[in-house]
């Protein structure tokens, strides 16, 4: 039966019944057509599906092992399309492989800040890079006939409150900025799903946002998939309904159910609103029922391979002084820091791969028989270091050429649910690495972080590489970009400031108020540092190779740009070449295309780039989409946002106007409800605010000892769950806990009991 003719048949009630899922990750079946549920799994970097159990009400235990493949903040340093599609497609043949129909990710939101707690999981500070990377790595998903869901839809850029607060932003900023790239990994991708975020939007909250969820989404971007709350993150049924949500998820709110056949029955909402709302998650279910598996054959060592090749395409050599790299097998070399046995591979929360296997440094150099010292320097367990262990890494730093030294953060540092407080390594790793300065000063040091970290050193390291959170295979690339069997060429997706103070935001991150104010408009990341004229450590799109480049010939013509570039040196190399673009009014170089061609040694490469129409569009508020703006404009040939090889003249005259961005836009906050205190706790109330009543404190305690008992964590892992846990609204409780002790019905009991209200408690039990 065709897919339209067989949802003609669903009765209302079934089509409603699509609207919750079954349970934390799958869909509702229907069963009298025999349709199954689909399963739903954690990406965006490895399968993270869980074994459900009734015990397993949180969802965080039982996670099946699978390869944990180098997260995005690095795969977005390819600066390559095949690779952010051989990510998609990798991670799409696990999920086929583990019988997962819906990859959740890629993470597009924009990094706005180094602090952001989930910066790792997101591409860049970019719009365009983030957008094709996502682009492609759904492209590469669909190919192993796996779906993925786009998140967070839209303006999470931070963590804290992350439930609850609005982020309050101007349209010509919200639609160049942090919309952009959900519009360029919609186009000619077909691309399933799109996770509506937990904050508002404006002051209303984005799971009922009918401006960004049916005129953005369907109207301006034609996005014909489904939309899915993230996990929790429901506000209102109703509205959502009517306001273009496709499912609930975690499922199993039978409440909401009959809430909406209640609305139906009363006349509050139509057959026409209901086929609107669930033929996109028919649609998505039905298309997942028939995958022949009979020819798929699953290659461990092959997805491995993958994982390595991302790696090693995509870690930055950020400074090579004197050629200290690559090493040679005869310089004697001491590798030090604990890290070399225990890589710190990926962050926190939702996105934590249950790995089957991790490379480790050591391991791969002795794989490689490379001679080398070893001594850890610091110890992963305890975290810290003492005199002991820092008098012998001194003493093995004496007796060598040359020390790479490992250094970066714990997993619990950045993690899902909280922001960084500091972008500081352990203060132990400052110390330790001037010790080894004073008896060896030719250390190359290896970062192990998912963002820009402090680096108070960076003029007295001869050697830098940037692994950021590499995945399974991360090892092993890094250790042949050291000993030069691969010849590095990833290019930072983000820029790296000297100090926090240099960011618009400063130290004023996560924003702590209720409504999170974008007066920066789009000068985030390079654009805010070059329109201030900031000096940072490393800028946007940079990054060293062991090759010698000559850039020559330059030509605009026809609407192209030619160049040849000569290696000059004895290795086959790639290199970046970045298109940034400024136009005369805001004079701000912002990236409109990049390539990652392949020069072999001794030989010259001819490049050849259109011009395309997509280097001079903004949005049109008044158009609705975005549109050619005529001008006069600088197109700059790069190898990162402040290292132009060329420039040229051109202009558009057929467009229309271009528009003005601003920064300090003083935007007017949205007005929010206090639901902070005694007598104003309502579904958006947190454990937090209940702290102020004393009935609240034992309701606190009470939630707390189940959640202990039924979290398996690490204990820091545990810490940051409880912070996240406390800042999540009553509802998204609810939703997680999902049982008959604390249903919605009980939930508003317990509102009303807080708030003083006994009568009502009683008579709201009773109903």
Request: glycine residues 6%; contains cysteine; proline residues 3%.
């Amino acid at each position: 039966m065709e897919k339209k003719e067989l949802f003609n048949q669903l009765t209302i009630d079934e089509k409603i019944s699509l609207f919750d899922g079954l349970n934390v990750w799958q869909t509702r079946p229907i069963y009298r057509f025999n349709i199954k549920s689909t399963w739903f799994s954690d990406g965006p970097h490895g399968i993270r599906k869980e074994i459900i159990s009734d015990k397993n009400i949180l969802g965080f235990n039982n996670v099946i092992k699978s390869i944990c493949y180098p997260t995005s903040v690095l795969v977005a340093c390819s600066f390559d399309e095949n690779i952010a599609f051989l990510q998609g497609k990798s991670i799409g043949c696990d999920a086929f492989n583990s019988d997962v129909d819906l990859i959740l990710g890629p993470g597009i939101n924009i990094k706005r800040h180094p602090f952001g707690g989930r910066n790792f999981e997101y591409f860049s500070e970019d719009p365009y890079l983030s957008g094709i990377m996502a682009k492609n790595y759904v492209l590469g998903a669909k190919s192993e006939n796996i779906d993925c869901c786009l998140k967070h839809f839209c303006l999470n850029s931070q963590e804290a409150n992350r439930f609850i607060y609005s982020s309050d932003c101007d349209l010509q900023t919200m639609f160049d900025m942090y919309l952009y790239p959900f519009y360029l990994a919609i186009q000619d991708t077909g691309v399933a799903s799109i996770m509506s975020s937990y904050n508002q939007i404006n002051g209303q909250y984005a799971s009922e946002n009918e401006f960004l969820l049916k005129d953005v989404l369907r109207d301006y971007f034609k996005f014909d998939g489904f939309v899915v709350t993230d996990w929790g993150a429901l506000n209102d049924d109703f509205s959502s309904y009517k306001n273009g949500l496709n499912i609930v998820m975690p499922g199993n709110n039978n409440y909401i159910i009959k809430d909406i056949k209640k609305a139906f029955k009363n006349n509050l909402i139509s057959r026409e609103e209901i086929d609107s709302a669930s033929y996109p998650i028919f649609s998505f279910i039905f298309d997942h029922q028939k995958h022949d598996k009979s020819n798929f054959k699953y290659d461990l060592e092959k997805q491995y391979k993958n994982a390595y090749d991302i790696a090693k395409e995509s870690i930055v050599l950020a400074k090579n002084n004197n050629d200290i790299l690559p090493l040679k097998d005869n310089d004697k070399v001491a590798f030090i820091g604990d890290f070399n046995n225990h890589i710190h591979i990926l962050g926190g929360g939702s996105s934590k791969i249950n790995s089957a296997y991790t490379a480790q440094i050591c391991e791969q150099l002795d794989k490689n028989k490379k001679q080398y010292l070893f001594t850890k320097g610091y110890d992963i367990q305890t975290k810290s270091t003492n005199e002991e262990l820092i008098l012998e890494a001194v003493e093995a730093a004496k007796k060598v050429d040359k020390v790479i030294l490992t250094l970066g953060l714990y997993d619990e540092d950045e993690a899902e649910g909280v922001d960084k407080i500091t972008n500081k390594l352990p203060s132990y790793m400052y110390e330790l690495f001037d010790k080894i300065y004073e008896v060896n000063k030719n250390i190359v040091v290896v970062l192990l972080s998912g963002s820009p970290i402090y680096l108070p050193f960076v003029n007295k390291v001869n050697g830098l590489i940037i692994a950021y959170l590499c995945g399974d295979m991360g090892a092993a690339a890094i250790v042949d970009i050291l000993y030069g069997n691969v010849n590095p060429s990833g290019r930072l997706a983000e820029s790296w400031p000297y100090d926090i103070n240099d960011t618009y935001l400063k130290y004023n991150f996560p924003c702590q108020n209720k409504n999170v104010i974008y007066n920066e408009g789009i000068y985030v990341g390079y654009r805010y540092y070059e329109s201030q004229n900031i000096n940072v450590m490393f800028p946007f799109g940079y990054g060293l190779n062991y090759s010698k480049l000559d850039y020559s010939n330059f030509v605009l013509s026809d609407n192209k740009i030619s160049f040849d570039i000569k290696n000059l040196s004895n290795r086959n190399c790639k290199q970046s070449i970045q298109i940034y673009v400024s136009d005369n009014i805001n004079n701000l170089k912002q990236l409109k295309y990049f390539i990652k061609p392949e020069i072999d040694a001794n030989s010259t490469k001819h490049i050849v780039i259109d011009i395309l129409d997509d280097f001079f569009k903004q949005f049109d508020l008044n158009k609705h989409q975005y549109l050619l703006k005529s001008g006069k404009y600088k197109i700059f040939v790069s190898i990162s946002s402040r290292e132009d090889l060329y420039q040229f003249d051109y202009e558009i005259k057929n467009g229309v106007p271009l528009i003005k961005y601003d920064i300090n836009l003083n935007i007017v906050p949205s007005k929010l409800k206090d639901n902070t205190i005694k007598g104003s706790f309502d579904m958006n109330s947190n454990l937090n605010n209940f702290k102020s009543t004393f009935l609240g404190r034992q309701f606190d305690k009470l939630l707390l000892s189940v959640f202990n008992k039924q979290y398996n964590g690490s204990k820091e892992e545990k810490e940051n769950m409880i912070k996240s846990m406390f800042e999540m609204p009553f509802r998204g409780i609810i939703s997680w806990a999902n049982n008959k002790h604390l249903s919605m019905k009980n939930g508003q009991v317990i509102l009303d009991i807080l708030n003083g209200k006994y009568f009502k408690a009683i008579k709201s039990f009773f109903k």
